[in-house]
Nanobody, 124 residues
Framework: QVQLVESGGGLVQAGGSLRLSCAASGRTFRRYAMGWFRQAPGKEREFVAG????????DYADSVKGRFTISRDNAKNTLYLQMNSLKPEDTALYYCASRGTYGLGLSSYEYDYWGQGTQVTVSS
């Protein structure tokens, strides 16, 4: 059974940084694309960043390009999201997700396993 456990969320002031982690187990990590999504209160879940199985390909939502960096350590079965220059509008519950194929995906329906989420709150 695939398990994804996020950590690293918290409260930070605008302009600050956080690094999210997602520990994965239950499938051969390097074979599958991973992604980060977020959901703010009253809003739909949205794509933040995606990465292919090898880590060679990445993609980002326009709202986070240049501020967030997705990466993975296949030896440690861990996915990361480095978030810099945080803004109040980045406040949300952040989820990591595993896709059942190697290439990265941009839509939530392309992912078959999800973590429970970690809260990120950015104060102004």
């Amino acid at each position: 059974q695939v398990q994804l456990v996020e950590s690293g969320g918290g409260l930070v002031q605008a302009g600050g940084s956080l690094r999210l982690s997602c520990a994965a187990s239950g499938r051969t990590f390097r074979r599958y694309a991973m992604g980060w999504f977020r959901q703010a209160p009253g809003k739909e879940r949205e794509f933040v960043a995606g990465i292919s199985g090898s880590g060679a390909s990445t993609d980002y939502a326009d709202s986070v390009k240049g501020r967030f960096t997705i990466s993975r350590d296949n030896a440690k079965n861990t996915l990361y999201l480095q978030m810099n220059s945080l803004k109040p509008e980045d406040t949300a519950l952040y989820y990591c997700a595993s896709r059942g194929t190697y290439g990265l995906g941009l839509s939530s329906y392309e992912y078959d396993y999800w973590g429970q989420g970690t809260q990120v709150t950015v104060s102004s």
